[in-house]
């Protein structure tokens, strides 16, 4: 009989485990209590790849960055993801803060960091001309890079399944079962899994996972980050621009997204643990990234806004990572995954598949032979020439009805994301970005739900929004 492997939460950590663990002869099952992969914590973040100056050295969080970040360039090569290494810089304004700099330059050494270099102002301002004149110096890290975490989740998830992976979404882990002391079974709100090895990676639940296998008890103390996104007219910088960061939190920053947009925030704001899925965003939040902003880049337009949101960052009393297997043998932690996370995830996979399994709980794994490593993009007429895409055309016209006119997405890209798993309106918008521009699907949301329900043969009216209570419509107004 096969090892059977049961990882918890199809964030960026649990997918990317699961894309590592779909090497091996395994059976392997990714259980996720919402109707899509990346839909936690990892939709909504800076979508920074961190250089790894800002961890203290010995944390596990300094040691997976730098590594995460290496395997960045290779991962994205792979899975076909977009990813970028645009360089950061952490700003200084006085004195008192460009010593900040020299400690963060001195930490980023221990921590095996590239090519860090402290720049006068100005060869800053000639890189960032936008910046406030009154800044003094920078830490420049080129390795430093912008990603979109989600896409980065699909991509795994979607390799894994090619290599075997069974993906349950809509599935949420109500129970675990310890036998003798050894992990037996997880129980869902949908059925029962007999296992032998169970991979917490519930992100801001992890705790509440832990408690059911009676692991080694630990909080998750959730802390808000709130954000402003702007669309790409109001582009101000070339690179990520941190200022010196506090005790709590690398500060509000603002740098460019993937597409072309900008991204301003976070804020910091500790919950009680009531209140892990509180992503309202608020005035005092949106107003006070609006200042901090603007201290930065005083020429920021802010009648650009595309929209606002808020993410959720996992904090634990251990200021680290949690990760590691516990005193119920077969359950491992993945959890307390704070900032840098995203940017650890691929070193952490291949840390808990070959050190936590093989070595820690000696668990003897056998690499498959026919392991496809390469995944394809949904084929976008911005990634292709004008010939190229004809070719796209000819092979299935659908791809040249063009649906969302602001990001250029065809009716065959919509048809493509709900055959790779799109079930919802967001899902198809965070496979192909229709909606996602300047009308923010103002235009064309209502034949992204006439194709939807064309393609899956249900009525327009059962398509929800991204739960089963987000219902788009509720009758006609005519028949
Ligand atoms: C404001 C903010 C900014 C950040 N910026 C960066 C950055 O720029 N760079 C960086 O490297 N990191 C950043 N991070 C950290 C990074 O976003 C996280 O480390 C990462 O997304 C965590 O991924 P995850 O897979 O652990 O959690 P998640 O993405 O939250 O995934 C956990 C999954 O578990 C599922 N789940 C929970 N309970 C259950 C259950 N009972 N049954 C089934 N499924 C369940 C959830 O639905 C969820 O999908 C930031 C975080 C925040 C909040």
């Given at each position: ?5 049961a990882?918890i939460?199809a964030g960026?950590v649990g ?6 663990l ?9 259980i996720?209590?919402n109707?899509?992969v ?6 909504a973040?800076?979508a ?14 300094a040691r997976?960055c ?11 090569r792979?899975l ?6 645009i360089g ?8 008192e803060?460009?010593e ?5 330059m001195d930490r980023g050494?221990?921590?095996?960091v590239?090519?860090?270099?402290i720049?006068?102002r ?11 004149p009154?800044?003094?110096?920078s ?7 912008i990603?979109?975490p ?11 399944m090619e290599?075997?992976?069974n993906?349950?979404?809509n599935?949420?882990?109500l ?7 050894k ?5 869902t709100?949908k059925?029962?899994?007999d296992?032998d090895?169970?991979?917490?990676c519930a ?5 509440d996972?832990a408690?059911m ?6 909080d998750?103390?959730?802390r808000?980050?709130?954000?402003i996104?702007?669309d790409?007219d109001a582009h101000?910088?070339n690179?990520i621009?941190?200022p010196?960061p506090?005790?709590?939190s ?14 301003l925030g976070?804020?910091a ?8 899925d509180d992503?309202?965003?608020t ?13 930065l880049?005083p ?12 993410g ?7 200021m ?7 005193k119920?043998?077969g359950?491992?932690?993945v959890?307390g995954?704070?900032s840098p996370?995203?940017t650890a995830?691929p070193a952490?996979a291949?840390y808990?598949?070959?050190?936590i399994?093989q070595e820690?709980l000696?668990?003897?794994?056998e690499r ?8 394809k993009?949904?084929?976008h007429?911005e990634?292709y020439?004008?010939?190229e ?6 092979k299935?016209p659908?791809f040249?009805k063009?649906?969302?006119?602001c990001n250029k997405?065809?009716?065959?890209e919509i ?12 899902g198809?918008k ?6 996602f521009g300047?009308c923010?699907g ?6 992204i739900?006439e194709i939807?329900s064309r393609?899956?043969?249900i009525p327009?009216?059962?398509?929800k929004l991204?739960?089963d209570?987000a219902?788009m419509?509720?009758?006609?107004v005519?028949e």
């Amino acid at each position: 009989m096969k090892l059977r492997i049961a990882v918890i939460g199809a964030g960026i950590v649990g997918s990317l485990i699961s894309r590592e663990l779909s090497k091996y002869d395994l059976e392997l099952h990714l259980i996720e209590k919402n109707p899509d992969v990346g839909w936690g914590t990892t939709k909504a973040n800076s979508a920074i790849i961190h250089a790894g100056y800002d961890d203290p050295p010995g944390t596990m969080r300094a040691r997976f960055c730098v590594l995460g970040n290496e395997l960045y360039g290779e991962l994205s090569r792979e899975l076909d993801f977009d990813f970028r290494r645009i360089g950061s810089h952490v700003v200084a304004f006085t004195e008192e803060e460009m010593e900040i700099l020299e400690d963060l330059m001195d930490r980023g050494m221990k921590n095996g960091v590239q090519n860090l270099r402290i720049l006068d102002r100005e060869e800053l301002l000639s890189m960032e001309p936008n910046l406030n004149p009154s800044v003094k110096a920078s830490l420049w890290a080129p390795s430093a890079g912008i990603t979109e975490p989600w896409e980065v989740a699909i991509s795994a998830v979607e390799n894994a399944m090619e290599n075997g992976l069974n993906l349950h979404l809509n599935e949420r882990v109500l129970e675990i079962s310890v036998e003798r002391g050894k992990v037996r079974r997880v129980k869902t709100n949908k059925g029962e899994y007999d296992v032998d090895i169970v991979i917490n990676c519930a992100g801001v639940h992890a705790d509440d996972i832990a408690k059911m296998a009676g692991a080694e008890p630990f909080d998750i103390l959730p802390r808000k980050g709130e954000y402003i996104l702007l669309d790409e007219d109001a582009h101000v910088v070339n690179s990520i621009i941190f200022p010196t960061p506090t005790k709590k939190s690398k500060g509000i920053l603002i740098l460019p997204t993937i597409d072309g947009g900008t991204l301003l925030g976070p804020t910091a704001e500790d919950l009680p643990k009531s209140k892990k899925d509180d992503l309202e965003t608020t005035k005092d939040g949106i107003e006070r990234i609006k200042r901090a902003c603007l201290k930065l880049v005083p020429s920021l337009n802010f009648s650009r806004v595309l929209k606002t949101f808020a993410g959720m960052r996992a904090e634990t009393k251990k200021m680290d990572f949690i990760i590691g297997k516990t005193k119920v043998w077969g359950f491992i932690n993945v959890a307390g995954m704070r900032s840098p996370g995203l940017t650890a995830a691929p070193a952490i996979a291949k840390y808990v598949v070959e050190k936590i399994i093989q070595e820690d709980l000696g668990v003897g794994l056998e690499r498959k032979k026919n392991f496809k490593p390469f995944r394809k993009r949904i084929p976008h007429i911005e990634n292709y020439g004008l010939e190229e895409w004809e070719e796209v055309v000819k092979k299935d016209p659908r791809f040249g009805k063009m649906v969302c006119f602001c990001n250029k997405v065809s009716e065959g890209e919509i048809v493509e994301a709900i055959k790779r798993g799109a079930r919802t309106l967001d899902g198809v918008k965070f496979r192909t970005k229709a909606g996602f521009g300047k009308c923010q699907g103002g235009f064309c949301t209502l034949r992204i739900l006439e194709i939807m329900s064309r393609e899956l043969g249900i009525p327009i009216e059962e398509i929800k929004l991204n739960n089963d209570e987000a219902s788009m419509m509720n009758g006609k107004v005519r028949e």
